[in-house]
Each structure stands twice: as C-alpha cells, then as structure tokens.
C-alpha cells in the first residue's frame, strides 16, 4: 500500500423514520504519507462524516453501508471498518487522533488538563511512570506553544481561553504521535488572529513530525493556507479533487468555481457579489443526475438526466462534469 | 449641536456599557466586565458604518447598547440629533419604528410559533393603525422585495432553510420602513454559499430604501466589501475608524495591521504574510491599564503601559487610538 | 393595536397536523392515548358499566373468586370488585384533574411571576417552593390531611399543594429560558410593549412544558391519592379508590389474590398510560424536534 489512508466507494446511510437516506456515496479518497490534505464543502455535504467514519465515531443511526477505508499502521495493513472495538480504540489517538471544532466543550470540564493529558498517554502506554507522562505533556505543551505550560497544567479547562485550549486539542492528539490527524473545523469557533496563529502552529507540526493531516473545513482560505491536496465535497459527493494550486487556478467544476467567485468577489471593484442561486440540498434529497444541476449556470439537459462520473480532466486532477467528461456514473 | 450636521444620522458619544459579576448567596457585585468602553463614532445617512473585531471585543453589545437593546452605562447616543438615553421607556418603543435591530442567528430569533404572516405583520400593528387590506398589501410588497412568495404565509419558521429565516427577519426588521438599522453578524450563521445571497440582499435593500446601516461583522473581507466607513474594536475599545478603503489599505494601529494580514489568502501561490499576534485577549473584566492592545502589540512602550490613548485623527476621515502613530 | 383579524391554527403548535393526530401516529402517544381513553370511558360511564352497587354487600358470595357473574371476584364483603374499580377510576380521576388543577393553577401564577419579573420577589417565591419541595411529598399529604381532617376535598387539596413546586419551577424555567431567546430580544426591538410580549411570545412557548408537566403530574396525584388511601388518610369508606381497595385487601391477600391484582393492574395501567402519554407530547409539542 502505498499511501496511509484508502478509503474506497464509502457509502454512509442514517434513517428518517423508517427510511433509508443516503448521507455519502461513492467517496474514493487517497491520503498519502506525510501529506495535507483539504476536504472542502458546505454543511451536510458529507465532510465530517467522512472522517468520524474513518475512526468508527458515527453516531447512531448514520451507518457505513458500504466501501473499504484501509489503513496502513506503524506495523500492518488493516481495514478500519472492520475492526472490533478493541482493536478501534487502539488505533484511535495512537494512529490516528481527531480534533474538532468547539474546543470547549471537546475537554472535561471536571477534570484538569493535566488528569486530560495523562489520559490520553495511559491508554496507549500503560507502562509510563507520572513523571514520564509529566514531562511528555510539558513537552507537548511546550511544542504547541502554550506560555507557563506548568500552570497550564493544573488549570481546569473554563480557566483558558479558546484558542489555548484548541492548542491543548492538538496538544492532546499529537501526545501518542499518531501518523493521521483528522482536523474537522479546528479553527472556525476561533477568531483570524487566533486562527493564524494555530494554522501555522499545524504546519509546523506537520513539518517536525511526519503526521499527515487531513483539514475539514468551509473556508478556502484555510484550505489555500495549509493544504497540499483537496477535494470539494458537494451534496454528499466528492465533485472535484487536484493538487491546491489547480483547484485554486485550473478550477473544473462549477461548484469549486462558485465557491471561490463568492469568495474573491468580496473586495472586488463589482459590489455585487457572485452568488451561487439556490440552497443546498438537504442530506438525501438529490435529484438522479448531476446534484448541482439545479444550481448550475451551465447545467445542460443531460445533467439533469445522469449523474456525471469523477474523471481525470489532467493528471492528478479529477472532476465530476459533464463539462470535461461525457462519462456518466453507471 | 448635532443639527449642525443635516447628514448625519447617529453620533454615538463615550458609551460604555459595564455588566456587573455578582457572586454568592446575596449576589453582591464583585467587579465588571469592562464590555465597551468609552466608544465614539458616527453614522450618516444612507452610509454603511461596519464593526469589526474579534469574538468578545465589545461589538455586539455596542451595537445593542446604540439601541437600548442593553442599557449602556454611561454615555449618550443621538439619534437624529435626539438624545436616546434621555427618551422614557414607552418613548423609546415608539422610535423603535425608525430604528431596527437584524439579529445574528435566525434560528434563534424568530418565533418557533408564529408563522411568516403573524412574523411579518406584528411590527406594523405595534406601530401602525392599518386595515387588514392595507396590512395585506405591505405584507406582499416586503415579501416581493425578499424574494419570497405569499403561498409560504403559513408557514413556520421550522419549515424554512437558514437563509430564508435570514431573509424572513431582514423583512421583520425593514417592513416599518426604517431609517436605521443595527445588524449584528447577519450571515455568519449561513453557508458560504448563501451568504452572498443574503449579503446582496441587503445591499440591494439599503440602496432601495436609503438605509443607514451599522454592520456587526467578524469577517473582514465582507466588511471591506459592503462598508463605506468601518471602525475596528479591540477589547471593548475603537482602535481604528474611518474610511473603509483607507483603513484597509493604510492600516496605521498595530492590531488593525496584525488583524487585517490574519486573513487567509485566497491564493495557494501567493501566501500572505502573517503578523502573528502572540497570547490572547487579555479578560475584559480585568482589562490591562493604558492601552487595551498593550500587552500584545510588538511596539509597546512605557507610555502605552501607563496611558490610554484617545482616538487621533491622523489623516482626513482617518482616527487611531495609538500613542505611536 | 389591532385585536388578530386571521384565526390562528394550532396555535400551541406550529405546523399543519392537529396535535392529537400526530399524537396517534406515535406509536407510544396512540398506546398513551387509548390507555387515557379507556379510563375516562370507566370513569364517565361508571354507571352504565357497573354491574352492580359498589357498596352493597352480599353475603353469600364473600371472596369468590372471579367468574362469569363476577369478572374480577368479590371482596370481603361480597361486593363487586369490577364495579368498585370502575368507580375507582372515577375517584382517581376527579382527584387527579382537581388536584393537578389547584397545583398547576397556582404552580403557572406564582411561575410566571417569579420568571417574569425576578429579582426579590423570585427569591421569596422560590424559598417557599424549596420549603414545600423539601418534604416528601406523601409526608406533607399526610400532613396536610391530618390537619385538615380526611375528606375527597381534603385530599385533592393535599395533592395540589404538594404539586405547586414542580408547576413553579417548570414554568419558572421555562420563562426564563423563553426571555433569553433572541425572538424575545427581537421582539423588544420591534417595539412590542412589555405586557405583549408576555402574552404572544413567552406565554404559547411556556405552554407546551407545562402540559407535559401537567400529564405526568396527573399520574402522580393519582399516584399519591392510591398511596394515601392505602394508608387510610385518603378516600374514605364507603367510597371506592383503588388505594383504600388494595389497603383492605392486604388481609387476604393470600385467599383472594384477585383483590390486590385487579386495582394494582389499573393504577398501573393507568399511571403508564398518562406518562407515555407525556413523553409522546413532549416529543410533538417541541418544534425543534420536527423536520
């Protein structure tokens, strides 16, 4: 195997009542060692979801129906979703660790951040004496560049601020060294000032130690910020996936190319904004053909009619439209 | 005084607004959390006046405190040349016409049980004496301007997306045609996408019914986009106000330069280069002395320690509060 | 102001089903509906479903054992245990709506005020309320009873002060909740006067837990009333109530097992109609809870 992470034709399902509502289909996605990879979209497209599948954390009734996510550890290949429980827990935090969006409410608040820290290394190294996860989670506080890490250890998470305790997240998942960090929105509860300083804090990291990161995420800024890769998830689909800088300059698909009109036309000469017309479908409710057709400036009838298949249009760079392919989803 | 100037709409003087910490059985009162703190500026007609800064600098209560949303602590507002902290109780409802107020979260704000007509015809019965036809007709000519079709009348928030609730309380606040309106964040709660919806919107609205605007906002690219003159709080306090162009491209305060070079470019190739502002905001209920951005600004000196420094101008239109510029 | 020109439907609800089909298309709310259902209809038409007189007594046939002419058997006394359960209901009935009447009534107006306006008057009324809640509340029946000497009126008036605190709080809860909404703050920047604003926007949002409240609490008095009669401080004799029945039953409990499995059977049939029932209105009344 030659990337970390493969997830093959992932397929998520949850019920509404006694129905069955597809969540997420198809998603074929390679994370390769040592890489950051963006996942961009609007809510409900399927992003967060992904990646708590990855780690067995859906919550019920979402279920993977579907699709392989293979994993290659320190040691051994595996694939994630059909490990038991046991097998999970030991893959999560050590392998591969998650931070989330709100960091207030993702720490205990009973507990201290020090009782936190040496949780999360027990786990995995029950054989470490309390001095030596002392000066491990020092050391890690000291890493992700919390000032007076020592009283910062005592402190009860409603004593620190935001952005500090999403320096502790981090700290947290990165204290077992895991070789995958799944970054669902670290920085959206979290003001720019404060944002900057935890992107760079993130790509520094990356750089010290071989972790790839995966960066969920609605804000190209971000994604133009810190990732390598990105795929655009649209309507619980992946529509279009390259290399940073062509997503950004070789945009494909029609979506990718509203979402970043809407957001460049801010501070353009135009006081208009580009808009993309239209709300975003709801989890399930999507038409057979082209989910973005009904919001497309360039639907054509047969977008309407098939569902357009994900095609390379260059090397490396796939997209899901008629527009460059003819090849329609069988 | 404030009739000198016939173009000018609001003139916000010194408001604080303190919110007392009560603790123990007898909640007595232990100290203050310094929310705004001596804020000056002023809005003129048919101009947007945007509020920017970071979560917990003061600018949702200042725009709540200009309204008497929250009861200000200290300091006057005028509003067309009339003292709103002098006006009674039922005074100040009765302006409420003519001055309004667009809420952050629309899930939040509109009445899980009252349907889009009770929604849109409530503020007219609270201010004017009109016939159901009459009713009728202001009704349909808002929803017309939203976008909107009289067949989702009776229909409740619940069954409506984001940006319609969005479009729905924009139409709340604007049906008693007013001449001021306060928006507090009013697409952040939406999707990316849809924002720009909702953001045109309100730019087409503000044009169509000459609108002063006073808009709340923590992104910094839709404040350069939509504002004519912008003022950057920090800590409860303006560091920075004038015209929104200038301001962006001439920054003169520290923490306008470091907030403004925060903002993730859109262009993988050409990153921008970052001042990265060490530590965090400092507690508002125990606010550093002298200057509120002291303890993180990378040109503090031994004055900026001590004194606080007022609002300057330092070119046309153009103030800061900064004892190095 | 204008008084309302269009009539409102559903106005606890918003929404376009009534409450009591959505209730019946729960399978739990139609479970709690015909459990309800059942023990009105005992209670309404008791005297067309009885067989017999509750209170006569036929010496021939003490404690015989259910049979056709006797559906659930007789008592000590020879008297019908089937008529003297459907008169029960009755009794459990009446106790429980007057009792959850008088703790409801009060429990919202004392609520209201104390949510409403805050300050010290919230703190005087919430200490009274903590007093009261303190007690176990069959104890403070009890009590009440005692000092108030036993009678059906006595005990529904024990039962609806024992059961203020919890309307109280509820609502008091609910009120405070309700004013830090935005729509609440939205609703003072339209300009709306204080006392429309209590009546259109914080009133029908209190309403729908306080008739949550409202249904369990009637399982509870009902509840309490059987325990209280159990214990010979509730109806008395010659009165039918499913607690003094049970209570009279205990001697032979062995014999004629019938006299304490027939009432036990309805009071709990009965409290779990009226909870389902309650948690099924909870989950129709939120409207955050609906797609």
């Keep these: 195997m030659k990337n970390l992470l493969e997830i093959r034709n992932l397929k998520i399902t949850t019920l509404r009542g006694r129905e069955t509502v597809h969540l997420l289909n198809q998603v074929d996605l390679d994370i390769r060692k040592k890489c950051s990879f963006g996942i961009v979209g609007e809510s409900g497209c399927g992003k967060s979801i992904t990646a708590n599948a990855v780690l067995g954390l859906l919550p019920y009734p979402l279920r993977v129906s579907e699709g392989s996510i293979r994993y290659e550890s320190k040691n051994d290949e595996m694939d994630l979703l059909s490990l038991d429980a046991k097998a999970l827990r030991a893959v999560r935090g050590r392998e591969i660790s998650m931070i989330f969006q709100e960091p207030m409410t993702s720490l205990d608040p009973i507990f201290t951040v020090e009782m936190q820290m040496f949780e999360a290394l027990s786990f995995h190294h029950p054989e470490m004496s309390r001095s030596a996860m002392r000066e491990r989670a020092l050391e890690m506080l000291h890493r992700v560049n919390i000032p007076r890490p020592e009283q910062t250890l005592a402190s009860y998470p409603h004593q620190l601020s935001g952005g500090q305790l999403q320096r502790i997240m981090i700290a947290i998942a990165l204290i077992n060294d895991p070789r995958l960090l799944l970054a669902d929105e670290p920085t959206t509860a979290l003001d720019v000032t404060i944002q900057a300083q935890i992107l760079r804090l993130m790509n520094d990291l990356k750089e010290q130690n071989d972790t790839s990161i995966v960066m969920i995420t609605h804000d190209l800024g971000v994604i133009a910020e810190t990732c390598e890769e990105v795929a655009v998830f649209y309507a619980g689909q992946i529509v279009e996936q390259a290399d940073v800088a062509a997503i950004f300059h070789e945009t494909a698909h029609p979506y990718t190319h509203g979402l970043l009109q809407a957001v460049t036309s801010l501070g353009g000469a135009e006081r208009k904004l580009y808009t993309i017309p239209g709300i975003v479908p709801p989890g399930g409710q999507w038409s057979r053909g082209c989910r973005f057709a009904d919001r497309c400036s360039r639907c054509m009838e047969k977008c309407k009619e098939m569902m357009p298949a994900l095609t390379e249009v260059s090397p490396g760079h796939r997209c899901r439209c008629f527009l460059h392919s003819e090849e329609a989803e069988s | 005084m404030s009739g000198q100037n016939r173009d000018l709409l609001l003139d916000v003087r010194h408001l604080q607004v303190y919110f007392p910490i009560r603790r123990g059985l007898m909640k007595k009162v232990v100290g203050h959390v310094h929310a705004v703190e001596d804020v000056s500026f002023t809005v003129r007609r048919k101009e947007v006046f945007a509020l920017v800064g970071e979560s917990g600098c003061g600018k949702s209560t200042t725009g709540s405190a200009i309204l008497r949303l929250i009861e200000p602590t200290g300091g006057q507002v005028f509003f067309n040349g009339e003292n709103l902290s002098a006006l009674s109780e039922e005074q100040l409802r009765l302006k409420r016409r003519d001055m309004q107020f667009i809420f952050q979260n629309p899930y939040a704000s509109l009445n899980p049980r009252m349907n889009v007509w009770q929604l849109l015809s409530e503020p007219l019965r609270v201010h004017f004496d009109l016939s159901q036809e009459e009713l009728r007709a202001r009704v349909g000519e808002m929803l017309t301007l939203i976008g909107m079709t009289p067949d989702q009348l009776e229909r409740y928030p619940h069954q409506f997306s984001g940006g319609q609730k969005q479009r729905i309380s924009i139409a709340r606040a604007l049906i008693t045609h007013p001449s001021f309106v306060v928006a507090d964040e009013p697409v952040s709660a939406l999707d990316v996408s849809i924002q720009a919806q909702i953001l045109n919107l309100m730019m087409e609205l503000q044009q169509e019914m000459e609108l002063s605007l006073v808009f709340i906002s923590h992104d910094l690219n839709v404040v350069r986009h939509l504002s004519n003159r912008v003022g950057v709080m920090y800590l409860g306090s303006l560091m920075e106000t004038g015209n929104t162009e200038d301001v962006y491209r001439h920054p003169v305060h520290p923490y306008t330069q470091a907030l403004l070079s925060a903002v993730p470019s859109h262009d993988p190739l050409h990153k921008s280069k970052h001042i990265i502002l060490e530590g965090d905001v400092p507690n508002p209920a125990d606010p550093p002395s002298g200057c509120p951005f002291h303890t993180r600004c990378a040109r503090c000196t031994a004055r900026c320690r001590e004194e606080r420094p007022e609002l300057r101008e330092i070119a046309p239109d153009h103030f800061a509060a900064c004892h190095q510029v | ?291």
């Design chain 3, 1 to 291: 102001m204008k008084q309302k020109n269009r009539p409102v439907r559903n106005r606890a609800l918003p929404g376009n089903e009534s409450i009591l089909r959505q209730l019946w298309n729960d399978p739990m709310g139609r479970a709690g509906m015909i459990g309800v259902a059942l023990i009105i209809l005992l209670a309404v038409f008791a005297p067309w479903i009885a067989p017999y007189d509750v209170a006569k007594m036929n010496a021939k046939a003490k404690l015989t054992a259910p049979n056709a002419s006797f559906w659930f058997g007789t008592d000590n006394f020879g008297r019908d245990v089937f008529s003297r359960i459907v008169y029960g209901a009755r009794v459990s009935l009446i106790v429980g709506i007057v009792a959850v009447g008088i703790a409801a009534g009060f429990g919202y107006l004392l609520g209201m005020i104390a949510g409403f306006f805050e300050g010290r008057v919230e703190t005087v009324i919430m200490m009274v309320m903590d007093v009261i809640f303190a007690f176990p509340s069959i104890l403070l029946a009890l009590f009440i009873v005692a000092a108030l000497g036993t009678s059906i009126v006595n005990t529904m008036i024990a039962i609806g002060i024992v059961n203020i605190p919890v309307f109280c709080r509820t609502v008091r809860a609910s009120v405070k909740t309700v004013k830090s909404t935005d729509y609440i703050a939205n609703a003072r920047s339209i300009g709306l006067k204080k006392m429309s604003i209590l009546f259109r926007h914080v009133t029908p949002n209190v309403m729908a837990p306080f008739t949550v409240q409202a249904t369990l609490a009637l399982s509870g008095a009902i509840l309490t009333e059987a325990s209280m009669s159990f214990l010979g401080l509730g109806i008395q004799p010659p009165d039918p109530s499913w607690g003094s029945m049970l209570s009279d039953a205990r001697k032979f409990m062995e014999r004629a097992p019938w006299l304490v499995i027939f009432p036990a059977l309805f009071i709990i049939i009965t409290i779990l109609s009226f909870n389902i029932l309650g948690d099924a209105l909870r989950d129709v009344l939120d409207p955050k809870l609906k797609l």
